[in-house]
């Protein structure tokens, strides 16, 4: 059974760094068949999508976000990573990771999300 | 980017009644419409997949139709732990994007 877990800090100050880390377990990243991603949810509201890496580190980010975005892998830790420049509170969501088939179109695992708040 | 609208907003039903949630897409996407279910601080639950396929120990009660632009989704006979906000997303282009959600209450 796959699992993902995020971790990171739940408190960034605005204008500074989000980072944000999922582990993957229960399968290995390096095998290929799936995009890994980040998705967000505000408060409140509804889901958006930020974008995916695969394993060999190509990636494709929503162009809402894209500017600020980077989205990384380190396969030997079977981890993926997201890093969100400029935050403003605007940026205070759940943030989610999630898989997708490379083969498919639907999110099939999640982690349970994490909250991310920007306040001085 | 394509645009996905979900109706109704919101919705308050009985134990045992038929509902049906629709998603609108802004352009054709073929049948690369899925449906989660959300409950209160949990993650999204994958349900439906490509339009109508049931995941994997999904209840059969739960079931989707439509191609196209025009989805529904359909709960034949609702049930207490149904209580949840329902999501309809699109992948037939990038990025993927989710519908703004639907809230289901038991009247």
């Known amino acids: 059974q796959v699992q993902l877990q995020e971790s990171g800090p739940g408190l960034v100050k605005p204008s500074q760094t989000l980072s944000l880390t999922c582990t993957v377990s229960?399968?290995?990243?390096?095998?290929?068949?799936?995009?890994w991603s980040w998705i967000r949810q505000h408060p409140g509201k509804g889901l958006e999508w930020i974008g995916y890496i695969y394993y060999s580190g190509s990636t494709y980010y929503n162009p809402s976000l894209k500017s600020r975005v980077t989205i990384s892998v380190d396969t030997s830790k079977n981890q993926f990573s997201l890093k969100l420049s400029s935050v403003t509170a605007a940026d205070t969501a759940v943030y989610y990771c999630?898989?997708?088939?490379?083969?498919?179109?639907?999110?099939?695992?999640w982690g349970q999300g994490t909250l991310v708040t920007v306040s001085s | 980017d394509i645009q996905m609208t979900q109706s109704p907003s919101s919705l308050s039903a009985s134990v045992g009644d038929r509902v049906t949630i629709t998603c609108q897409a802004s352009?054709?996407?073929?049948?690369?419409l899925n449906w989660y279910q959300q409950k209160p601080g949990k993650a999204p639950k994958l349900l439906i997949y490509?339009?109508?396929n049931l995941e994997t120990g999904v209840p059969s009660r739960f079931s989707g139709s439509g191609s196209g632009t025009d989805f529904t989704f359909t709960i034949s006979s609702l049930q207490p732990e149904d209580i949840a906000t329902y999501y309809c997303?699109?992948?037939?282009?990038?990025?993927?994007?989710f519908g703004q959600g639907t809230r289901l209450e038991i009247k």
């Open positions: 352009q054709d996407i073929s049948n690369y």
């Open positions: 997303q699109q992948y037939d282009n990038l990025p993927p994007a």
């Open positions: 999630a898989r997708v088939g490379t083969k498919r179109t639907d999110f099939d695992y």
């Open positions: 490509d339009a109508s």
């Open positions: 229960g399968g290995s990243i390096s095998s290929g068949g799936y995009y």
